[in-house]
């Protein structure tokens, strides 16, 4: 892991519990920025952020046997988060289905964050968010 105050990347180990270390770890480094930069980070972002990083790393964790790399940067008034597991398949947003049970990760992804990037990578791929972290 390493750390520059506004940059942090995790290797989480791909099993069961690795879901919910990334949700702790977005939490934790949003409340260190919080106490860094004052109360300008709202919680509906922290919220938001844990939801989007649940999501990518459940993805890799199904799809993608082995370790998952995590990456958060903070921004001016966004956080990146980058995912990057060992699968090359690219995944795509389906269409809207009310009906559908399931499969609706990425749509979510893309609807509550303000960019979403997606890179098929030489050994896997990489997903990156970025996130509002202001109310307006």
Avoid at 91 to 97: G, H, M
Wanted: with cysteine; net charge negative.
């Amino acid at each position: 892991m390493g750390s520059d105050g506004g940059y942090e990347c995790y290797t989480l180990s791909g099993d069961n519990g690795c879901i919910a270390e990334a949700r702790h770890r977005v939490a934790v480094f949003l409340d260190q920025a919080r106490a860094r930069h004052g109360p300008l980070i709202s919680a509906r972002a922290t919220d938001l952020s844990q939801l989007v990083v649940s999501e990518l790393v459940t993805n890799a964790h199904k799809y993608a046997p082995g370790p998952v790399e995590m990456e958060l940067r903070m921004g001016a008034d966004t956080l990146t988060v980058a995912v990057r597991d060992g699968d090359p398949t690219v995944p795509t947003a389906r269409t809207s289905d009310p009906g559908r049970i399931g499969q609706h990760g990425l749509e979510i992804v893309k609807a509550v964050t303000k960019d979403l990037d997606i890179q098929r990578e030489s050994a896997g791929k990489r997903i990156t968010a970025r996130i509002g972290l202001l109310d307006y």
